[in-house]
């Protein structure tokens, strides 16, 4: 009868089904933006997406998403379509909905400037630290808790906008280390959801 009642109702899920993780790419949905620095996010979850067989053929929440599992794990992928600043708009009603502990089983995937390219960063908890996608999303969570992963693009160069340089391409030796990158950011939110934040810390930051 539960059962019943809770198809009909579309709500999320019940807590007798253990954990669901939730892996957030952080990007911009436009083909323009296509492949640029602040779209690593994006291409994490197509790589997870491509890898375990989840298609992104939802959407609602201002996202599209994908159910599936991984391995013991069961998942949700998204990629916001919000645009990158609004990035908490999306993030905070699938988590909601899906009854998410936002604390130990939301996984986010950004961009970072501060890092070098092929360099990636696990972090359980923390401040937006410049990223406007981060920072929404901790605005409409209310905390910081839960676990990111920042993968490097490297610092702008002195001549260059911001917004230029993150909206920008991969190039040259770039564009080859990337592509590692991305491979050990969706590895590592694979080893988070079996193995825990602080192995996967010991075992991805400062890689390259």
Same mark, same amino acid.
């Given at each position: ?44 979850? &197509?790589?997870?997406? &491509? ?49 998410? &502990? ?81 491979? &050990? ?24």
């Amino acid at each position: 009868m539960f059962d019943f009642l809770r198809s009909l109702l579309g709500k999320g899920r019940c807590e007798e089904e253990g954990k669901m993780f939730v892996i957030v790419g952080l990007g911009n949905p436009e083909k323009k933006y296509f492949k640029t620095r602040h779209n690593i996010g994006f291409e994490t979850i &197509d790589a997870l997406s &491509d890898k375990y067989n989840i298609g992104l053929s939802e959407t609602k929440f201002k996202a599209a998403y994908g159910k599936g599992r991984i391995g013991n794990e069961r998942v949700i992928l998204v990629k916001p379509l919000t645009y990158m600043n609004l990035s908490g708009e999306a993030v905070a009603p699938i988590c909601n909905y899906f009854k998410i &502990d936002t604390k130990s089983e939301l996984i986010v995937i950004s961009d970072d400037v501060e890092l070098d390219v092929g360099k990636i960063r696990i972090r359980p908890k923390g401040s937006a630290g410049g990223h406007n996608g981060l920072k929404n999303i901790i605005a409409l969570l209310g905390h910081d808790e839960f676990t990111r992963i920042r993968v490097g693009v490297g610092k702008k160069p002195r001549e260059w906008d911001m917004v230029d340089w993150v909206l920008g391409h991969f190039e040259g030796d770039d564009a080859a280390a990337i592509k590692e990158s991305v491979d &050990d950011a969706s590895q590592a939110a694979v080893w988070i959801m079996e193995n825990g934040v602080e192995s996967a810390m010991n075992r991805f930051n400062g890689k390259k």
